[in-house]
């Protein structure tokens, strides 16, 4: 069983609101990872970290930023939700770049 | 068993079957390469993985096979059961960078 949490793991909310959605890993990994995955679709990979202060774009443009302050915690942000935002976000984290990567339950995000 | 061809969205087998499924992946300078198994309402969970050296991997009633002259990867599972009803999906790693996935299969089995 990976050691990696996400939460909220459903939140419904308003257009226009801020929200945040929390991933943490208790394994020290330094490369985590966001990934967006629309119903019985394949996962695009919006955001990556190699270590704490480091951040990158995925392949996949997304409005949302991340942040990375300590190892453990890779929390994304969207400043203004919008219902295009409706989706699930799939946190995970990884000891290298060429060793497999441990997922999250996911966050599925509704925007109404 | 049952295969499909390059990339068939569902596959449906019968308990006990062997299952085979493929993925083309895009980046010849892709360097490693993982299966994972996603199940409803769940993240991914990781199956086999290989690196581009290797052309076979085992597991446990899996087999990951790679061809790099046709960037071909395949997932074959023996004596397939009901739990592993799922939708799997392969994923490709340059190096220095993170997992790019592919399209998922959805694996159906009756019994």
């Known amino acids: 069983e990976a050691d990696i949490y996400q939460t909220p793991r459903y939140l419904v909310i308003g257009t226009g609101k801020k929200i945040t959605l929390e991933c943490s890993q208790t394994?020290?990994?330094?490369?985590m990872y966001w990934y967006q995955q629309d119903p019985g679709m394949e996962l695009h990979l919006i955001h990556y970290?190699?270590?704490?202060?480091?951040?990158e774009k995925g392949d996949l443009s997304s409005e949302s930023t991340v942040s990375r302050i300590r190892t453990e915690h890779f929390p994304l942000t969207l400043e203004s939700a919008r219902p295009s935002h409706t989706s699930q976000y799939l946190c995970?984290?990884?000891?290298?770049?060429?060793?497999?990567?441990?997922f999250g339950q996911g966050t599925r995000l509704t925007v109404v | 068993g049952e295969s499909v061809g390059l990339h068939l969205p569902t596959l449906s087998v019968q308990e006990g079957d062997n299952s085979i499924i493929n993925c083309a992946y895009s980046?010849?300078?892709?360097?490693?390469f993982i299966w994972y198994k996603q199940e409803s309402g769940k993240g991914p969970q990781f199956i086999i993985d290989i690196r581009s050296n290797m052309d076979k991997r085992q597991g446990q009633r899996v087999t990951v096979l790679l061809n790099k002259t046709v960037k071909h990867l395949s997932l074959q599972i023996a004596a397939t059961q009901p739990g592993d009803s799922a939708v799997y999906f392969c994923?490709?790693?340059?190096?220095?960078?993170?997992?790019?996935f592919g399209k998922g299969t959805t694996l159906s089995v009756s019994s």
């Open positions: 970290s190699y270590g704490v202060n480091s951040t």
């Open positions: 995970a984290s990884s000891r290298d770049t060429n060793t497999e990567a441990f």
């Open positions: 394994m020290g990994h330094d490369k």
């Open positions: 980046n010849s300078a892709s360097d490693y």
């Open positions: 994923a490709e790693k340059k190096a220095g960078t993170a997992l790019i």
